[in-house]
């Protein structure tokens, strides 16, 4: 798939194609190997649906490029889950932690931040992350019945999903 990206170079707009498989690692590739890693200098990305100019710089994402990502979580990524990412290298972190800011080095180093945690820590991965994608994984639970009577719990992958914002809105409660 080609994109096309819309960036900055001092205060200018410019725009570059990317041949890559998919938005977030075109995404990913621009940012770390053109604009320094500097987020801040892109402004759009979107498919490209014109026909291409000749002259206009286009770079394809080599096959072995991968997209770093942080999976804080307690269980292994899924097969589903890595696939819906496409090529990506994972670095999965599994231990309990009293603040996201404990992981800011690591939170830094990624390109997509993908957790199952609980609300407070999820405004703090977002804040740590800024305009690096946070995302979590929506599941189906399926009961399996067994022998014994008790239900056997599973979860199938459905999609990953973006968290762009967490706000706690409350109002008094009268019986």
Known sequence: MLY??????????????????????AKSFFIKEHLDGDATRLVEIKENNESYKPGQPCWKVPDDWKVKVLWFSRHEM????????GACEINQINRTIGSAYELKEEIEQSDIVAIVAPIGLQQQFLSIAGN??????VNDRILIPTEDGKDKVSFKFVKWERIKKIEVVKEDFNL
């Open 78 to 85: 899924t097969t589903d889950q890595k696939k819906a990412l």
């Open 4 to 25: 096309k990206i819309n960036f900055l170079v001092n205060g200018i707009s410019h725009a570059n194609l990317v041949e890559a498989s998919n938005i977030e690692l």
């Open 132 to 137: 690096k994608p946070v995302i979590m994984a």
